[in-house]
């Protein structure tokens, strides 16, 4: 299998779209959860996220839609069909990057 040319640059794509694959989100929250679970590895910042996010749509990987919650309106995201595809993809491809990266320093080897 080939990957992309840079893998790394769409992690951040594919984490988000990893954590819509779990549930509905709205933007500050996806900014907390990937904060947290990282161990405040990956900090986005509300210019990276929107932005992304808004790729992500015109792409047809996520949908919006507003919901009113405490009161407050707020703009939530859901993958969609083609953001599941998309997502699978590129986990695929970042396994194999992975693994060939851990091969190449003498980590595990490749199987592909």
Same mark, same amino acid.
């Given at each position: 299998?080939?990957?992309s040319? /840079?893998? $790394?640059?769409g992690?951040?794509?594919m984490?988000?779209l990893k *954590? @819509?694959?779990?549930k509905d989100?709205? =933007?500050y929250?996806?900014i907390?959860?990937?904060?947290?679970?990282? /161990?405040? $590895?990956f900090e986005?910042?509300?210019?990276t996220l929107?932005? *992304? @996010?808004?790729?992500l749509?015109?792409? =047809?990987y996520?949908k919006g839609y507003?919901?009113?919650?405490?009161g407050k309106?707020?703009?939530y995201?859901q993958?969609?069909p083609?953001g599941?595809?998309y997502?699978?993809?590129?986990?695929?491809e970042w396994h194999t990057?992975a693994s060939?990266?851990?091969?190449?320093?003498?980590?595990?080897?490749?199987?592909?």
């Amino acid at each position: 299998m080939t990957v992309s040319k /840079n893998p $790394v640059s769409g992690n951040t794509s594919m984490l988000i779209l990893k *954590l @819509l694959s779990e549930k509905d989100m709205y =933007g500050y929250e996806m900014i907390d959860t990937l904060s947290k679970r990282s /161990n405040n $590895v990956f900090e986005l910042k509300v210019g990276t996220l929107y932005p *992304l @996010l808004h790729s992500l749509v015109k792409g =047809g990987y996520l949908k919006g839609y507003d919901k009113e919650v405490n009161g407050k309106l707020r703009k939530y995201y859901q993958i969609t069909p083609s953001g599941w595809k998309y997502l699978d993809r590129m986990i695929k491809e970042w396994h194999t990057y992975a693994s060939v990266v851990n091969m190449m320093i003498g980590g595990v080897s490749f199987e592909g």
